[in-house]
Each structure stands twice: as structure tokens, then as C-alpha cells.
């Protein structure tokens, strides 16, 4: 089979090294303003005009390694019009556009996969896809974010500061170029809308869901709830229920038994719920070049053999989302008590000026709501669901 790259950074070229050692895989032709260090014997087939791939009949597939919204999805519009499937790794456009592509490809007659979004290595989307084939999914939830969980991790064992820790995974090249999407959880939140529109046939927009991140977390946070048995991940969640979907993500003190508690360092833990199989999780590296890079040629493989994959449009819109009315005790670090908080407040300690409170049981809606208010009055709290 002969593909095209477009996009030739970090993932494109993870995804061109393992596409060598796969047969029948010919990468014909790459799309990159420049060619790349290292890759000098490829200069012949690299080009700047997106033309090239689109116009070559020979080009049956397409990987999109741009990365972004503009210009990655007109460029994948125009290969999925053209009749070429496309593979690709490209979370944010999958998220924002998920419709969109994934109803031109079907009525192209194409394939559209993206197994790489979510969870990076981790064959997540497609053992969802496959599971779902004989099976209702009824919930996914999970550490989705390296970052954050490199952060996180750390804070626990060492005590270490949010601000530093965040350095550290930046400099590891886990964050994002931009790592307020990782720490305000808006990167967990674009693999929740996939994850859960993959699961349920559904179609979820980012606005559906609510999100809350670790941006407001600090060491204190985490040697509270430390001292009470718990560590704190932070996680997508997603849930069917007779009035439709119910998605969101938060921090959450884990037990420190739970799975989730002992996920280290950047790797990811995703699970699955389905009403015949029941729980099944997912381990392992959520984030790198190579990781990522064999995610997405494992996708071109299927495409190339013909293992077609159960989503389509046609499926979709079957729920939406509903009211986040699930219910949960949440541990809350204030430096303020006001009346409202005071309202849902089971009990409180106060340290040195600072609250530490546990509130009763109330909804994912009115925390987050309340959280967000915080936020924009410029005085942010941290809080954090405590799992049982
Ligand atoms: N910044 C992301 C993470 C990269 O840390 O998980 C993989 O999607």
C-alpha cells in the first residue's frame, strides 16, 4: 500500500520509522515545509504542495501529522474526498470535527481512523471499537494524560511543587506546546469527547463536557489527602444512563489501593465497562514518538488488510448528553469560607488561615459550577471527588 505523510515533526516521523519495518507500507510521498535532520535520503519525496498527495492515484492513504485545526482539517476533508482513508493522531481536530469527518468518510466510502488519540500507544479506541461490536459499553473512565499524572505522581512521592513538576514533564516532551491543556484538562477532555462518542454512537461536543483540572492543585493538597489514605489522579469519566450520557472530568482522591492510585510516572490507565465483558482497563505509555507513532501505523495496517471498525455515522446520534447529576462527597481546599460553601460542607479543618473541607454528597454540575465561578473571581480553590 502506498501512503502519504503530511506533517513530517514528532509523530510523523515516529509513524515513518515503524511504517519501515511493516511490509507492503511505501511512503510515497510527505508533505513538510523542510525535510527533516537525519532524514536527508528523503528529500526526493518530500513536497509543499498538499496537491501532490491529493492528485496521486497511487496514494491510497493518508496520515495527518500536522497536528492542530487549520490546516489539518481542510487537508483531510480534501483526502477523504478524493477516496483516500486517513490515519490520524490528531486529537484536537478529531474532537472539535468528529461529525464532520466521520461523516465524509463514510459517505466517501473511506476509512477515518484515529486509534493514536487517545491513550497514545495504548490500543484504546480500538479494542473499544472491537468490544463494542458484541457488547453494550456503559462507562469509560481513566487517566488519559500523561502529564498530569507525571505531576501528580511526583507531588506523592516526593512532596514536590506543582510549578516544578510541570517543568520537569515539560522538559521530558510529555506537555503539550502549550501545556495549559494539560493542566486545565481540556487534553483529557478532547480524548473523553472520543472516547465516549466511540463508545455510546454518540455525538459529544467539548461544551457538553464538564472539566476541571490541576492547575490550581498544590503540595499541601496533596499531603492532606496523603495523610487520609488517598492520592489524587486526575480523570475522564463517562456514563450511559437511561436520560442519555453523563461526561466529565475532575480530580479524583483514589484510594490508594484503587488501580488508578498506582498508575507512575506518565503512563495511562483507560477502562471499559460493558455489560457482558464487565470492567477491562488498558495500560501503558499514553504519549511519546514511537508509542504514538506504532499506534497510528497499526491503524493503516487494519485499513490496508480491510478490518473494518464499527463506528460510523450511521450509528451515531443515538444519545446525547445529558445533565451531570451524579452524585459525590469532594474534598475542597479554600482560602475562604463563604456561605455558599458553607452550604454543602459536611465537615472542615482550618490550617493556618486555609480550609480543608469535605462536602456532602452533591452533583458533578453544581461543583464544577462552583469551582468555575471561583476561578473567574480570580480566587481559585482546588477540589477533588473522593472516591470510595
Ligand atoms: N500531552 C499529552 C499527554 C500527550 O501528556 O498525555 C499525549 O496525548
Request: glycine share 8%; net charge negative.
Amino acid at each position: 500500500m502506498n501512503i502519504g505523510i503530511i506533517g513530517f515533526g514528532t509523530v510523523g516521523s515516529g509513524a515513518y520509522e515503524i511504517a519501515k519495518a511493516a511490509t507492503d507500507i511505501n511512503v510515497k510521498r510527505i508533505l513538510a515545509r523542510h525535510g527533516r535532520e537525519g532524514y536527508e535520503n528523503l528529500d526526493d519525496i518530500i513536497t509543499h504542495n498538499i496537491e501532490d498527495l491529493i492528485e496521486d492515484k497511487e496514494i491510497d492513504l493518508v496520515v495527518e501529522a500536522i497536528g492542530g485545526i487549520e490546516p489539518a482539517r481542510t487537508y483531510v476533508l480534501a483526502c477523504l474526498n478524493a477516496g483516500k482513508h486517513v490515519v490520524t493522531p490528531n486529537k484536537n481536530l478529531i474532537s472539535a470535527y468528529f461529525e464532520e469527518l466521520t461523516e465524509t468518510a463514510s459517505r466517501n466510502g473511506v476509512e477515518l481512523r484515529f486509534t493514536s488519540t487517545s491513550g497514545g500507544g495504548i490500543p484504546w479506541l480500538f479494542n473499544l471499537m472491537r468490544t463494542k461490536r458484541c457488547d453494550k459499553i456503559t462507562q469509560v473512565r481513566g487517566i488519559v494524560n500523561g502529564t498530569c499524572n507525571y505531576i501528580l505522581d511526583s507531588m506523592y512521592d516526593k512532596g514536590a511543587d506543582f510549578a516544578e513538576m510541570l517543568k520537569i514533564a515539560q522538559d521530558l516532551g510529555y506537555a503539550e506546546a502549550d501545556p495549559s491543556s494539560d493542566i486545565e484538562g481540556t487534553d483529557t477532555l478532547r480524548k473523553t469527547v472520543i472516547s465516549a462518542n466511540i463508545a455510546f454512537d454518540a455525538l459529544l461536543k467539548e461544551e457538553d463536557i464538564y472539566c476541571y483540572g490541576i492547575d490550581t492543585i498544590e503540595a499541601r493538597d496533596i499531603a492532606y489527602l496523603k495523610e487520609k489514605g488517598y492520592t489524587c489522579k486526575l480523570l475522564m469519566n463517562a456514563k450511559l444512563t437511561d436520560a442519555g450520557i453523563k461526561a466529565w472530568v475532575e480530580p479524583v482522591a483514589c484510594p490508594l489501593t484503587s488501580l488508578e492510585a498506582n498508575v507512575k510516572a506518565n503512563n495511562n490507565l483507560i477502562t471499559l465497562v460493558g455489560e457482558s465483558i464487565g470492567t477491562q482497563s488498558f495500560y501503558g505509555q499514553g504519549a511519546g514518538r514511537l508509542p504514538t507513532g506504532e499506534s497510528v501505523v497499526q491503524d493503516v495496517i487494519d485499513i490496508r488488510d480491510g478490518i473494518k471498525m464499527e463506528y460510523s455515522e450511521k450509528n451515531s446520534k443515538k444519545y446525547a448528553a445529558c445533565s451531570c447529576d451524579e452524585v459525590q462527597k469532594y474534598y475542597i481546599r479554600h482560602n475562604k469560607m463563604s456561605e455558599d460553601i458553607m452550604s454543602f460542607i459536611e465537615k472542615y479543618e482550618e490550617k493556618e488561615g486555609v480550609f480543608y473541607c469535605i462536602s456532602k454528597p452533591i452533583s458533578v454540575a453544581r461543583m464544577h459550577d462552583m469551582g468555575r465561578h471561583f476561578k473567574e473571581e480570580g480566587k481559585p480553590m482546588f477540589f477533588a471527588s473522593i472516591r470510595e
